[in-house]
């Protein structure tokens, strides 16, 4: 069964860089999408990034240029690398994966498997 701990959520000041991760385990299917998802209070949980097994990877248009996610399928963690933080960043940060190779962004109702969340804070 998947399991899914994120970690590395703190608080910064905009501008500043945080590098959420994701320990995966029991994926073990040979296709597979992972993806980071976030959550404001009062906002519906909107994508971030994700990949998929192929290697493929796709973006929300406002973290474009600042964020990189990867996967390393050896040690089984998905990585979200963020730069150049701003306050509209924070929110809480979700880990989700499901089988198969998912569309790109990542679409909410795609994932059936999730982390507990990271929260991820910006001030200005």
């Known amino acids: 069964e998947v399991q899914l701990v994120e970690s590395g959520g703190g608080s910064v000041k905009a501008g500043g860089s945080l590098r959420l991760s994701c320990a995966a385990s029991?994926?073990?299917?040979?296709?597979?999408?992972m993806a980071w998802f976030r959550q404001a209070p009062g906002k519906e949980r909107e994508a971030v990034a994700g990949v998929r097994s192929s290697g493929s990877t796709g973006y929300t248009d406002s973290v474009k240029g600042r964020f990189t996610i990867s996967y390393d399928n050896v040690k089984r963690i998905l990585s979200l690398e963020m730069n150049n933080l701003k306050p509209d960043d924070t929110a809480m940060y979700y880990c989700?994966?499901?089988?198969?190779?998912?569309?790109?962004?990542?679409?909410?109702?795609?994932?059936?498997?999730w982390g507990q969340g990271t929260q991820v804070t910006v001030s200005s």
């Open positions: 989700a994966a499901n089988r198969w190779l998912l569309p790109l962004p990542p679409l909410r109702n795609d994932y059936y498997y």
């Open positions: 029991g994926l073990t299917y040979s296709t597979y999408t």
